[in-house]
């Protein structure tokens, strides 16, 4: 499995390397290749997590993706959310709109929809202006395609040493506003209560 999903990144992140750089590629081009960078990727992130297998909770964070991402003006991203187990209350965005947040996550504001709202919408603001692409393909994705060797599995390897890491840390304090920005204004667009946006960055603070 392991040398299966190497192959199967490391030619995403050559394309989006290579399209990333400006050496060629049109706006669609682009967003081709985050879409196929930020799949992989996703493959990777659920080949070392354990996945939510709640009806409930699916319905939810679908329901609330489906929300949040319909008055998009930029409808050219399709947006997917998956729930993991995890110890801490996570979330990551990886480029192309894959989202993943973890159960304690959940747990943490009760469910509430329009904490959880904000939540996934300050993940999609990372998406839409671009800070994830720009996070792995710059931090990470072009050291090891730097390093590529014939072996079989390297970026496997290094996702499970490293990748989930580096995911889930912070990113700077100005795109984590940009985000915070965007993620309100899509919850209160899709119906949801400013409130929960509040709610839910006091709960962090109090962590």
Do not use: Y
């Amino acid at each position: 499995l392991g040398r299966h999903l190497g192959r199967k990144a490391l030619p995403a992140i050559r394309k989006s390397k290579w399209i990333w750089n400006g050496l060629a590629g049109t706006e669609e081009e682009a967003l081709r290749a985050e879409a196929a960078l930020g799949s992989a990727l996703a493959i990777e992130l659920r080949a070392v997590t354990l996945p939510v297998n709640d009806p409930i909770v699916a319905t939810l964070v679908g329901e609330l993706c489906r929300r949040l991402s319909v008055d998009l003006r930029d409808q050219r991203r399709t947006f997917h959310c998956e729930v993991i187990l995890d110890d801490s209350p996570n979330a990551i965005a990886l480029p192309g709109g894959f989202l993943f947040l973890s159960l304690s996550l959940l747990e943490l504001c009760e469910r509430r929809p329009d904490e959880l709202a904000f939540v996934i919408g300050h993940e999609m603001g990372h998406v839409i202006h671009r800070h994830a692409w720009d996070r792995v393909l710059n931090d990470a994705a072009l050291r090891v395609a730097s390093a590529v060797t014939l072996r079989a599995g390297l970026w496997g390897g290094w996702m499970r040493q490293n990748g989930v890491r580096l995911l889930r840390s912070a990113f700077s304090q100005d795109r984590e506003l940009a985000a915070d920005e965007l993620g309100a204004r899509l919850a209160v667009t899709a119906g949801f209560a400013p409130a929960g946006a509040l709610a839910w960055l006091q709960r962090i603070q109090r962590l």
